[in-house]
């Protein structure tokens, strides 16, 4: 549901060039991650970005959905339809090298609103492409909040842990939205019926998202508002001054079953033993968030 406002707010960001919009199995399979996509670009009328299908499992595990908090379509209460355009030809990976190895160094950001598949392999085929990148905007991890899939896991680590260990081992440019921020950006009632005002296929669209995501967490998890994770990233990218970031040194538990995708997150250079290579979200201003997605769904 978040990672579909997500979408609606970069397609609706005219101001950033978005290059492409790439798939992984993570909530629903591939193919309906794919699907989703392309579905989300009709309605944004944005049938200038390619959509890219990548990975259909993790680096090494068995693909984990969560139907449960996304519907078994992935689309909530959106009634799910075949796209007039395909996928772009190639795998995601592929294209990710493309795109970036043919640009300017450090021109072209990467926001990862899933599991790390599609990047890691990406850096596999092409391992200069850690440098090329810009800023790598993650949505992913937990520490001070505890984790949405284990006790201290949040999903989309959880879901390919070796993917995001190879990531945060480079030297990636990454910056993490983890649950520590992303559950202070809260879709309440006000703030989904002011993009329900808008009146607009893409207010719409993610009004159906909101809407439903609201229903499941009350039912679930017993809370009244559900936090908005996805777009948090994009809006990041979009204007940074809505959230306050931290140094940090991130490395993801990939041996252990009962801690698989915990995030150990280190603020202190002395006890990490190494250079704080990485940025941790600790803040976010969450009416700027609102605002800026009803902006770009008007």
């Given at each position: 549901m978040d990672d579909a406002v997500a979408l609606m707010l970069?397609?609706?960001?005219?101001?950033?060039?978005?290059?492409?919009?790439?798939t992984v199995?993570?909530?629903?399979?591939?193919?309906?991650?794919a699907r989703n996509a392309r579905m989300l670009r009709q309605i944004a009328g944005r049938g200038d970005v390619p959509v890219f299908m990548g990975a259909e499992r993790p680096l090494k595990r068995v693909l984990g959905t969560a139907t449960d908090f996304h519907g078994p379509e992935g689309t909530g209460d959106l009634e799910p339809f075949e796209p007039d355009l395909p996928c772009a030809d190639g795998h995601a990976a592929d294209a990710i090298v493309d795109l970036v190895m043919s640009r300017p160094a450090k021109s072209v950001a990467l926001a990862v609103l899933g599991p790390m598949t599609n990047l890691a392999l990406a850096l596999r085929k092409e391992p200069a492409l850690a440098q090329r990148l810009g800023a790598v905007a993650v949505m992913g991890g937990a520490r001070s909040e505890g984790g949405n899939i284990t006790a201290s896991a949040e999903f989309n680590i959880w879901a390919d842990?070796?993917?995001?260990?190879?990531?945060?081992?480079?030297?990636?440019?990454?910056?993490?939205?983890?649950?520590?921020?992303?559950?202070?950006?809260?879709?309440?009632?006000?703030?989904?019926a002011a993009i329900e005002a808008l009146g607009t296929a893409k207010s719409d669209a993610a009004t159906a998202m909101l809407r439903f995501s609201q229903r499941v967490e009350r039912t679930i998890v017993g809370w009244d508002a559900s936090p908005l994770h996805d777009p948090c990233p994009v809006a990041w990218l979009l204007k940074p001054e809505l959230f306050e970031l931290a140094p940090c040194l991130i490395r993801v538990e990939t041996d252990s079953e009962l801690t698989r995708g915990h995030t150990a997150v280190e603020f202190r250079e002395a006890v990490a033993g190494e250079p704080l290579r990485h940025r941790w979200a600790t803040k976010a201003d969450a009416d700027g968030v609102f605002g800026l997605i009803g902006e770009k769904c008007a």
């Open positions: 970069a397609f609706g960001a005219r101001e950033m060039e978005l290059l492409a919009v790439t199995g993570g909530n629903v399979p591939v193919e309906k991650t842990p070796e993917a995001a260990a190879e990531v945060l081992a480079t030297g990636c440019e990454v910056v993490m939205f983890g649950l520590d921020a992303t559950h202070q950006v809260r879709a309440t009632e006000e703030r989904i």
